[in-house]
């Protein structure tokens, strides 16, 4: 058999969960890591702007994504896996932000919850798990969808999270 054919044969066992086929937001589960983050990153952007906050993205990768109202956040954008979980990866608590927002993709929804930085290392959050064995650096926080605001309410929660931020 032609390497390729073998390769292309492999490819086959790994498709995506027929949960995606045909749904709103299929488009994503062709994107690399780094893109589905710039997605979400610009999304939050965007929305921030429709919704009349001040929101200034980061001009570097640096230690925070966006600023809200003058508070810095990371964003973390997960798609849901097949036990209808997101799993928000790479958070850090040595990075200087004061908020992490989750934006959770779901086949045809989209979720998202805040969280301070106090909240995330006192575990109110949730359980953050290590990604590295042996290494205390990066974390992951996983979530399903009833933990998850659906997107209609961020209006509300964001002015909630500026008001109640201190």
């Given amino acids: 058999m032609d390497k390729n054919t073998l390769f292309e044969k492999e490819i086959k066992k790994y498709k995506n969960n027929e949960k995606w086929e045909n749904s709103r937001f299929e488009g994503i589960k062709t994107l690399s890591n780094t893109h589905i983050g710039e997605i979400g990153q610009n999304y939050i952007y965007k929305l921030c702007k429709d919704l009349k ?7 570097t990768k640096g230690s925070w994504d966006i600023k809200i109202e003058g508070i810095k956040f990371e964003i973390k954008t997960a798609t849901e896996d ?17 908020g992490v927002i989750c934006l959770g993709v779901a086949p045809n929804f989209l979720y998202f919850n805040i969280w301070t930085k106090a ?11 290590s990604m590295e064995k042996q290494a205390n650096a ?3 926080l996983t979530k399903k969808a009833t933990e998850l605001h659906p997107i209609d309410c961020f209006d509300d929660k964001i002015r909630q999270f500026i008001c ?3």
């Fill in 138 to 140: 990066s974390y992951k």
């Fill in 53 to 59: 906050l001040k929101a200034e993205p980061s001009k």
């Fill in 82 to 98: 097949t036990n209808k979980n997101f799993q928000f990866n790479h958070i850090r608590y040595h990075r200087e932000y004061d």
């Fill in 119 to 129: 909240e995330l290392s006192t575990k109110k959050a949730g359980t953050l798990v």
């Fill in 164 to 166: 109640n931020f201190e």
